[in-house]
């Protein structure tokens, strides 16, 4: 798993897995798997997930990928941001000031593509 996806399940949540189904008739075969039942996504609203974290009141984490990552209790040392970097397809990180402006970017992007509804100043 990488560092967006656990940036990804720590606000949204984790994603259901598969279950495997129960002994008897109505659960098929013994030991078959059984994919989880789609469902109607909801969009998630991640200013309001990260503003009820504890600790968020204390943190930076609307501009800085540092404390959205301690926020969120993601590693946020050099090597964690740099491979969170090249998984967004940014492969001339330096952890710069404005690489990390850049990054949070990149991160809050990455997380309205994958359903996130982020508010307008945190994409720009």
Do not use: C
């Not at 990180?93 to 850049?102: K, V």
């Amino acid at each position: 798993m990488g560092i967006f996806s656990s940036i990804r399940d720590a606000i949204f949540g984790k994603p259901a897995k598969a279950q495997p189904a129960p002994d008897g008739p109505a659960g098929g075969e013994t030991g078959t798997i059984v994919a989880p039942r789609p469902q109607q996504l909801e969009e998630v609203d991640v200013e309001r997930r990260l503003e009820a974290m504890p600790g968020a009141d204390s943190l930076n984490w609307r501009t800085s990928i540092v404390d959205l990552m301690k926020l969120i209790g993601v590693d946020s040392s050099y090597g964690s941001r740099k491979e969170l970097a090249q998984e967004l397809g940014n492969t001339d990180y330096s952890g710069s000031a404005d690489d990390n402006i850049l990054l949070h970017k990149q991160t809050m992007q990455a997380l309205a593509r994958n359903g996130g509804k982020v508010p307008k100043q945190f994409l720009d």
